[in-house]
């Protein structure tokens, strides 16, 4: 079914974004998300910040806006629910951008795990609870790009516009099961996440596919087009795998080529622009990766033997209630929560409860047996 939606309310200037954030103050439940165009930038910006009330649809345009701490002021109200599909991206983009933290969150992709449900993704849920199609021919739209189409502006729009209704039918279907508490919990395993300023590693060549195989000179090479590679992306602003691709760096890792001319489009993975004026600087940086020490692999940090026997151990704890209970295992709880038990190994239900990641439910559910289990491991 396809549905025409009432036109959202555009949200420019901060005389508007805080008139918005006047009229939502004393709504209970917000539905929130937003659109970032890190496909197309060096540096992920988000790009519009939807949001939906039961009764009215807005998206801001964050490019307008000088002062956004009235919307950041919005998201940490602990007496507003803040409905989300999937939140975790979208908060480290909030977070990392404009230092917003949020608190009292339901997110519907996770309420779809815990109950078990045979599709998780929201065009799927949307499709399933209210008939409704996506077109999901906008995912991959640049949300830099001004001004945005109508199409692009709708399917924001429905991004948040179900989400409420979404979140009731859910909310309902978890009280009924027992599980809403268990939910919580695991919503707030999201607010948990320690989230870190996107920096470039200049150690990330060791991680790359096949790099394994290569010799330590040709890993002398890699370093230096992964380096060089990062710099004309910054130069471009563009993502570093649509300057060249992984699997290019690798092959030149191989195969260097000796001159510029050897540099071509044929092979696909090189961003046209690359070809054009980068390939001198590509041949320079082989010429470097020949003449440079050979590179060492980073060591890396190593947990006590003890302590990770016990996180191997509660691993496969966390494994087969899992599979007991039909459900994906960072349901149970997360690894963070795992490795915390590992290393601080709780004698009681009272420190088992000071363990971040566990709260009163999960400790009343699983404290005895995990009490048991590290009691077992010498």
């Given at each position: 079914m396809v549905v025409v939606l009432p036109p959202p309310q555009i949200v420019e200037g901060d005389e508007a974004l805080c008139q918005m954030v006047e009229a939502l103050r004393d709504e209970p439940l917000l539905a929130i998300d937003t659109e970032a165009n890190s496909m197309y930038s060096y540096e992920t910006r988000v790009c519009l910040v939807q949001i939906s009330s039961r009764s009215a649809d807005y998206i801001i345009d964050p490019f307008t806006i000088r002062d956004?701490?009235?919307?950041?002021?919005?998201?940490?109200?602990?007496?507003?629910?803040?409905?989300?599909?999937?939140?975790?991206?979208?908060?480290?983009?909030?977070h990392r951008q404009y230092g917003f933290k949020l608190v009292n969150l339901f997110d519907t992709m996770l309420a779809a795990r815990v109950l078990n449900a045979?599709?998780?993704?929201?065009a799927d849920l949307l499709q399933q609870h209210f008939g409704v199609?996506?077109?999901k021919s906008?995912?991959?739209d640049n949300w830099?790009?001004?001004?945005?189409?109508?199409?692009?502006?709708?399917?924001?729009?429905?991004?948040t516009h179900y989400l409420l209704a979404l979140r009731d039918k859910q909310?309902?279907?978890?009280?009924?099961?027992?599980?809403?508490?268990?939910?919580q919990e695991v919503f707030n395993d999201v607010l948990l996440v320690e989230i870190k300023p996107h920096e470039f590693?200049?150690?990330g060549f060791w991680r790359l596919t096949r790099a394994d195989q290569l010799t330590r000179r040709q890993m002398a090479l890699l370093r230096e087009l992964y380096l060089l590679r990062d710099d004309i992306a910054r130069h471009l602003n563009l993502p570093p795998f649509k300057v060249i691709e992984n699997y290019r760096l690798i092959q030149w890792a191989i195969r260097p080529p000796s001159k510029a001319q050897d540099i071509n489009l044929a092979?696909?993975?090189?961003?046209?622009?690359?070809?054009?004026?980068?390939?001198?600087?590509?041949v320079e940086a082989i010429k470097r990766g020949y003449q440079a020490r050979l590179p060492t692999r980073p060591t890396p940090q190593t947990p006590d033997p003890i302590v990770a026997d016990r996180y191997v151990a509660l691993h496969d704890w966390r494994k087969a209630v899992a599979q007991q209970r039909r459900v994906e295992a960072n349901i149970i709880m997360t690894k963070h929560t795992l490795w915390e038990l590992a290393r601080r190994k709780p004698l009681s239900l009272e420190e088992l409860g000071q363990i971040r990641g566990l709260g009163a439910w999960r400790v009343a559910q699983y404290g005895d047996a995990l009490l048991q289990l590290l009691a077992r491991l010498k």
């Open positions: 956004t701490s009235p919307l950041g002021h919005l998201l940490a109200d602990p007496q507003i629910e803040k409905v989300f599909h999937a939140a975790e991206y979208d908060l480290v983009c909030l045979a599709v998780v993704g929201l199609q996506v077109d906008h995912q991959q830099a790009v001004r001004p945005l189409s109508d199409d692009s502006l709708r399917y924001a729009q429905m991004d909310r309902q279907a978890l009280a009924d099961l027992g599980r809403l508490e268990e939910a590693d200049p150690d092979d696909g993975g090189l961003h046209p622009q690359v070809v054009k004026t980068y390939s001198q600087d590509i």
